[in-house]
């Protein structure tokens, strides 16, 4: 490229004109990009072709482009064919994809408010209607100590906030995206007027649900043929309106999972031609007593980190693995120790089945500390946590105490206040607790009476039970924190428990996902499933499914056929 003419006065002297000048007669970088690109262009047609042959810009010259030169590079400049520029537009600014289908208007029930306040920003480009009666029922709900109380409190200041934008305008509806919920393309609006509806006789106009349903059969009326749906989290308010020929639906956002059985076990059986598959790249090696094993091959893509694998085939030797380490198309699988075998008992406990082997192998690794354990009645899950925290506590020495908890749902009804201190109230939940402490404190019958005695005072001067109240604000350091019955706990209360946890802190959560008694909580929006999901694949956390029972054939029997 031919260089700029010299300037024939000193620089010290140049003057602005002559500057610009010198500046002016070299071609820019970007307008040299643009002619080169031009020539190179596969649609030449409809362009004239660059005058700018002195230069002479060689093709390889675009491997050499600084990041700075690249970037000017990828800017369109204005004689860029279309198709180029349309390339580069989707390359620079990727569009999300426009959604299908008209735009509904949902009208949503009171309890829908007060059971996710954040439930307005979870209809995407649909919109909101608020009838006046679910103001009224919101004010009256927001006082107290409660969870619905606070969500109550909570939806009134979000509704605050969209009302009080500038430039807001109730009667065209509230733009649901003006509080920096992008994602948001729908409106919202609020009952203005008084809206004229003919609801059966049989129904009292005084009742607040019914003056939401009338809401919804004028708005179907007025806005016909749009789509005006009901959303409640009310059982009996569906069946009223889908009696009454009006769209109703559940609010599905808060479930993790439509299925309960789609929840992540946590361990996955290998096919039995796994070996075929995988036996041309194969790699072992050996690190202590452990063997590991790197192979690629089809069956990576269904892996997850800390995930346990198993093969079983008559006439073939088993492997039980834990996956270690997923790089790109290969996995790295580390066998496990063998809990089963009485040499390697935690606190005199043995494992008795493949999944409880698996239970063991997460509750004693120290590189995990997020465990949970989901299973039926009598699978084992108090016993094998308080069994591995015991040991690590008093022989190891790794963490100072055992904290015990649980959410405190009656199966029946409630027998009223209990009487004494923190722990002392907690007492009668804990039963689980005693009958597994007694099975530890058992002990040779040389120790005598006085050794069973001195072994169940050091085991319960490291347990301590604490409420689920009093968590909030708590840190726990180098704690073994044991959250027992964690069905029963909602998403917000199993992010308030789990993120108590300090430095050297382990938790294990534990619960049957058959057995919840809270209202409004089902499997698929139980804090524990919610748990499990989202810690699926981290590598510090680890998830098992107890299959089968070991507290007695009687109670294997009744959990089959009850």
């Known amino acids: 490229m031919p260089l700029p003419p010299a300037p024939t006065k000193r620089a010290a002297i140049l003057s602005n004109e002559g500057l610009e000048a010198a500046t002016k007669s070299r071609p820019t970088r970007r307008a040299l990009v643009q002619d080169e690109e031009a020539d190179h262009s596969p649609d030449t047609t409809s362009f004239e072709a660059p005058q700018h042959a002195s230069h002479d810009i060689s093709p390889k010259a675009h491997v050499h482009l600084t990041p700075v030169q690249a970037s000017e590079k990828a800017r369109p400049p204005e004689r860029r064919p279309v198709a180029a520029r349309q390339t580069t537009s989707v390359a620079t600014s990727p569009k999300k994809a426009k959604r299908s289908g008209p735009v509904k208007l949902f009208v949503l029930d009171t309890n829908v408010l007060m059971h996710d306040p954040m439930c307005l920003f979870n209809f995407e480009?649909?919109?909101?209607?608020?009838?006046?009666?679910?103001?009224?029922?919101?004010?009256?709900?927001?006082?107290?100590?409660?969870?619905?109380?606070?969500?109550?409190?909570?939806?009134?200041?979000?509704?605050?906030?969209?009302?009080?934008?500038?430039?807001?305008?109730?009667?065209?509806?509230?733009?649901?995206?003006?509080?920096?919920?992008?994602?948001?393309?729908?409106?919202?609006?609020?009952?203005?007027?008084?809206?004229?509806?003919?609801?059966?006789?049989?129904?009292?106009?005084?009742?607040?649900?019914?003056?939401?349903?009338?809401?919804?059969?004028?708005?179907?009326?007025?806005?016909?043929?749009?789509?005006?749906?009901?959303?409640?989290?009310?059982?009996?308010?569906?069946?009223?309106?889908?009696?009454?020929?009006?769209?109703?639906?559940?609010?599905?956002?808060?479930?993790?999972?439509?299925?309960?059985?789609?929840?992540?076990?946590?361990?996955?059986?290998?096919?039995?031609?796994?070996?075929?598959?995988?036996?041309?790249?194969?790699?072992?090696?050996?690190?202590?007593?452990?063997?590991?094993?790197?192979?690629?091959?089809?069956?990576?893509?269904?892996?997850?980190?800390?995930?346990?694998?198993?093969?079983?085939?008559?006439?073939?030797?088993?492997?039980?693995?834990?996956?270690?380490?997923?790089?790109?198309?290969?996995?790295?699988?580390?066998?496990?120790?063998?809990?089963?075998?009485?040499?390697?008992?935690?606190?005199?406990?043995?494992?008795?089945?493949?999944?409880?082997?698996?239970?063991?192998?997460?509750?004693?690794?120290?590189?995990?500390?997020?465990?949970?354990?989901?299973?039926?009645?009598?699978?084992?899950?108090?016993?094998?946590?308080?069994?591995?925290?015991?040991?690590?506590?008093?022989?190891?020495?790794?963490?100072?105490?055992?904290?015990?908890?649980?959410?405190?749902?009656?199966?029946?009804?409630?027998?009223?206040?209990?009487?004494?201190t923190e722990e002392e109230k907690m007492g009668p939940w804990m039963g689980a607790l005693d009958d597994n402490l007694e099975v530890l404190a058992k002990t040779e019958t040389s120790a005598g009476e006085w050794g069973r005695a001195a072994t169940s005072e050091l085991i319960r001067s490291r347990i301590k039970i604490k409420s689920l109240n009093f968590m909030r604000g708590r840190t726990f350091l180098n704690k073994y924190l044991i959250i027992d019955e964690a069905q029963n706990l909602t998403p917000k209360q199993m992010k308030t428990l789990i993120t108590r946890a300090g430095p050297g802190t382990k938790i294990v959560c534990m619960g049957n996902l058959a057995q919840i008694d809270t209202p409004y909580l089902s499997e698929g929006s139980s804090g524990l499933t919610f748990a499990v999901d989202r810690f699926k694949g981290w590598p510090h956390g680890g998830h098992i499914t107890l299959a089968r029972g070991e507290r007695s054939r009687l109670a294997d029997y009744a959990s089959d056929v009850l």
């Not at 409190?153 to 649901?176: C, E, F, M, P, Y």
């Not at 072992?284 to 069956?299: E, K």
């Not at 997923?326 to 580390?334: D, M, N, Q, S």
């Open 125 to 420: 480009e649909h919109d909101i209607f608020l009838p006046m009666i679910v103001l009224e029922e919101l004010d009256s709900n927001k006082k107290g100590v409660t969870e619905v109380a606070r969500n109550a409190r909570q939806t009134s200041r979000t509704l605050d906030a969209l009302v009080a934008n500038h430039g807001a305008d109730i009667t065209s509806g509230l733009k649901l995206d003006s509080t920096g919920h992008r994602q948001v393309g729908g409106r919202l609006f609020f009952q203005t007027q008084t809206l004229d509806f003919n609801l059966p006789a049989s129904l009292p106009q005084g009742k607040a649900d019914n003056q939401i349903l009338g809401v919804v059969d004028a708005l179907r009326l007025q806005h016909a043929p749009r789509d005006v749906v009901l959303v409640s989290k009310d059982i009996n308010m569906r069946v009223k309106a889908r009696a009454l020929g009006l769209a109703a639906e559940d609010y599905q956002n808060d479930k993790t999972l439509e299925d309960g059985d789609l929840l992540y076990s946590g361990a996955l059986a290998l096919p039995h031609d796994f070996w075929i598959k995988h036996a041309k790249s194969v790699e072992s090696w050996q690190s202590g007593s452990q063997t590991f094993y790197r192979l690629a091959g089809p069956i990576v893509p269904e892996l997850h980190i800390n995930q346990f694998v198993y093969f079983e085939a008559p006439g073939e030797p088993s492997l039980y693995a834990r996956v270690t380490e997923i790089r790109g198309k290969t996995v790295v699988l580390k066998t496990l120790k063998d809990f089963n075998h009485l040499k390697n008992a935690v606190w005199g406990v043995t494992t008795r089945n493949r999944e409880q082997n698996f239970a063991m192998n997460l509750l004693t690794d120290h590189e995990i500390d997020f465990v949970t354990l989901t299973g039926t009645a009598g699978t084992g899950k108090t016993l094998m946590a308080l069994a591995a925290g015991l040991t690590q506590v008093l022989d190891e020495r790794r963490y100072t105490e055992i904290i015990m908890t649980r959410a405190t749902v009656s199966v029946g009804e409630d027998i009223g206040f209990l009487p004494g």
